[in-house]
């Protein structure tokens, strides 16, 4: 993670880890289903080593995560804790002892119940903040019953480097396309002699696709840069083709592939996750046992959510043939421009 500050020798995670603590509880709070509606945000407790100036501000984070959720926010400020520091001294010692405010003002946890029932509190929100060993936050939030004092619900969130070292960087990633090619060359031959030949004309060919991908990030650090392996299948046809020798006015050649892929991701999110990506392909297609094509192509993807994306591709490749049950040949004058849709999982 970038951007630490260091204050007085304790390394502090930047701003923006607390806003990604914010933005997956406001996922998790959008969707919850946990009967009740009235919550009251406890203080959040911390480990020694997380600052105490975090205290304060992941309550805030708590809040705010709760916006445009099915949850309303109960706030009296006679109810929220604070520490009270008793300074005890003689001529011996001096003592500084802290103590919660809630100790002082209810003898027991049942007459703060009772004072929370009396403001119609349904759900209380506790919450822990610790400190990882590479300086992410972690913040363990609980749903408790008010009345019951029963436990409803639980939480984790991580901020963004303790994310990745989670899912290690490692994405499946299933696309559909169609594409065409304006200018190509097609032949179809009948006979081992070929000696009934239709052809070669330039058509315009068409192109349908599916493919599946594993990406695994090449850096540990960092998710800029992705490799991985591809398998797929294609349909490459022509919508109108004459035979005047058998009618058989369908051509098409299938094919399956397999390959490799680099990917440059220039923008990302504040989770890591590629919004604007680059990919560069290398493959073998193979349409029998006997012939294979090989393949080069380059794609532009625009990610519209965590699992949804759209991108644009240009593939170059040599010539597609297929022996049986006739000859037939597509030899590419100009790249194939496909369009597509991608869901990652």
Known sequence: MVGLTAQNNVVLPPESALLELQESLHYYFSKDVT?????????????????????????????????DTKFDIVFQPFLKEETIKKVESTDS?????????????????????????????????????????????????????????????????YTENVIRQIRDYTGLTISARHGISPDAYVLRSYGNSQALTLGPEIETIFIDGIN??????????SNILVGGLEIGAENTYLKTFIDNVY????????????????????????????ILSLQGKGGVSKTSVFNTAYTLSALGRVRLSDWFSVFGMGQWSTELAIQTPFKQTINFETPQLCAGISIHI
Do not use: C
């Open 93 to 157: 010692t001096f003592r500084v002892a802290n103590q919660s405010s809630y100790k002082t003002d209810y003898g027991n946890m049942r007459s703060l119940v009772d004072t929370m029932k009396e403001y119609s509190i349904d759900i209380l929100v506790a919450s822990h903040l610790y400190r990882s060993v590479n300086e992410g936050l972690i913040l363990d939030v609980w749903f408790i019953d008010a009345r019951t004092l029963e436990l409803k619900q639980t939480f984790r969130v």
């Open 35 to 67: 009967s009740g509606t009235r919550v009251f945000v406890m203080t959040p407790e911390r480990d020694d080593n997380v600052p105490s100036i975090y205290r304060a501000r992941v309550e805030g984070i708590v809040v705010a995560a709760f916006a």
């Open 247 to 274: 009618g058989i006015n369908e051509f098409q050649i299938r094919s399956y592939s397999m390959g490799a892929f680099i990917q440059l991701n220039m923008l990302q999110n504040k989770r890591g996750i590629d």
């Open 212 to 221: 599946v991908a594993v990406g695994q990030s090449m850096f540990r650090s």
